[in-house]
């Protein structure tokens, strides 16, 4: 169904009620798995959910007067999406966070 709406041009926003994070990274899998490319799973969790929102012109992609949180990664997520599980920092407006630290902070054990 997802990829139907996908290829039809709904608009798709990702996003879940699990924890913030973790479920997510799974409906991103899914969405890659039902058939949409990784690159536009991508797309439609950052630029297009901003888009949906009417803020993509201060947040959802990097460019010069936006804000820009970015994440980390130890591979190309296009290559495999489940690499957005395996997240090493991210840099939220002035600061850099390990993803261990941020682990601990809402009480899980950090993992590989």
Do not use: C, Q
């Not at 039902?34 to 460019?63: F, H, N, Q």
């Amino acid at each position: 169904m997802v990829y139907r709406l996908y290829v039809a041009g709904v608009p798709l926003v990702a996003g879940t009620d699990s924890l913030s994070g973790f479920g997510l990274h799974r409906e991103l899998e899914l969405y890659v798995a039902a058939g949409i490319p990784a690159d536009k799973v991508l797309r439609l969790a950052t630029l297009g959910a901003a888009e949906v929102m009417s803020a993509d012109a201060i947040t959802g992609s990097i460019a010069v007067g936006k804000r820009a949180d970015m994440i980390l990664l130890p591979a190309d997520p296009i290559k495999d999406i489940s690499v957005l599980r395996k997240t090493v920092k991210v840099f939220k407006d002035d600061r850099v966070w390990n993803v261990s630290d941020l682990y601990e902070a809402v009480g899980i054990s950090p993992f590989n």
